[in-house]
């Protein structure tokens, strides 16, 4: 037998033994499906996290995020979450210490393909991001689930503002969004760093994004960001109109009192539209100043119509009442949990 012979047949040996080595019981129940379609790997994530056929691989993992590694052929490796320690670190069978934050899950695979093919031939490695923990934004105001939500990849501002469930009905038109400056300052044409230099500030009006006015506004948003979306001023119309509650002026500063009983319904048949009261906040004091208004003349056109302000109250009284009497003026005072309409 020629030399060449002989060492093709040795390949083909080899070959047929690593072929038909035994498949151990660990990768046998990874690999399993069960009925519903998942595999054993996929019921370690935890809600929220990435599933095996969208593993992330552009996420930047970062101190504290939990990952499993499945790589065939190294039983060693158990399929089980494992935490990226503080230091960055993760400690994996065969492998040892790797760096794991600072690096995209794709780019942690080629890492520890690389070391597994010391020991394996052709390693096939996986990552999956079981939870997210180490991009971490806040987002505080006027929006429906106030808190910490954890970036999961490049998300702009209107995204992370649906993480935390939407804007609320009250929600003003600025959002103010502050960086640390060691992230790099925020891309706004108002940004501005404070007092300290620790911080780059800077604010976006939402609704014209929102209408894609000004898109560019549409910023990415980075770890550790802070997301204030401010309440907009509200005027209350309360009593006597078919949607008492709070309307916000948005971009406006002025809105005046015949918008806001069209805003409110119009006035019900109980209405005494010729004793109305304007309470007007004073901005020196807490106190309220109270201002008659015939609302029956001016929508008759028979007097001009008044400018109402931010944190106005009108209050329309009820007919079958002698007068706007003080407890019913209190009452509308105190409309603390009064709905607040958005049009």
Request: glycine content about 8%.
């Amino acid at each position: 037998m020629s030399l060449s012979s002989a060492l093709f047949s040795t390949f083909c040996a080899i070959a047929l033994f690593v072929s038909q080595r035994p498949v151990t019981a660990a990768e046998r129940r990874a690999s399993e499906v069960s009925p519903n379609g998942t595999t054993e790997a996929q019921k370690l994530l935890k809600p929220g996290a990435v599933s095996p056929g969208d593993r992330a691989a552009d996420y930047v993992l970062g101190p504290e995020d939990q990952i499993i590694v499945h790589a065939f052929q190294a039983p060693e490796i158990p399929n089980t979450a494992v935490q990226v320690g503080g230091d960055g670190y993760v400690n994996l069978p065969l492998v040892g210490r790797v760096k794991a934050s600072g690096l995209t899950v794709s780019s942690l695979e080629q890492e520890l393909a690389a070391r597994l093919g010391n020991y394996i031939r052709d390693p096939q490695v996986t990552v999956l991001v079981a939870e997210y923990r180490s991009q971490p934004v806040s987002v505080l105001g006027a929006v429906s689930n106030p808190g910490v939500v954890q970036l999961k990849g490049r998300k702009n501002l209107l995204e992370v503002i649906a993480l935390a469930g939407g804007l609320k009905s009250e929600a003003g038109s600025t959002v103010t969004i502050t960086r640390e400056l060691a992230n790099g300052r925020i891309p706004l044409p108002d940004a501005s760093d404070d007092p300290t230099g620790k911080f780059s500030i800077g604010h976006v009006e939402i609704h014209d994004v929102m209408q894609a006015q000004n898109p560019q506004n549409n910023i990415v948003i980075q770890r550790d960001d802070i997301i204030m979306v401010a309440r907009a001023r509200v005027l209350y119309v309360v009593g006597e109109v078919n949607k008492p509650g709070g309307y916000p002026f948005n971009e406006r500063d002025s809105m005046s009192l015949l918008q806001a009983v069209a805003l409110a319904g119009g006035l019900t048949q109980r209405a005494a539209a010729t004793r109305a009261k304007i309470l007007h906040q004073d901005t020196s004091s807490t106190a309220r100043t109270e201002v008659p208004a015939n609302v029956r003349k001016i929508l008759d056109g028979r007097a001009p119509d008044v400018t109402l302000h931010p944190d106005d109250i009108l209050f329309i009284p009820n007919s079958k009442a002698k007068a706007a009497g003080s407890a019913a003026m209190q009452t509308a005072i105190n409309m603390a949990s009064i709905a607040v309409w958005r049009f």
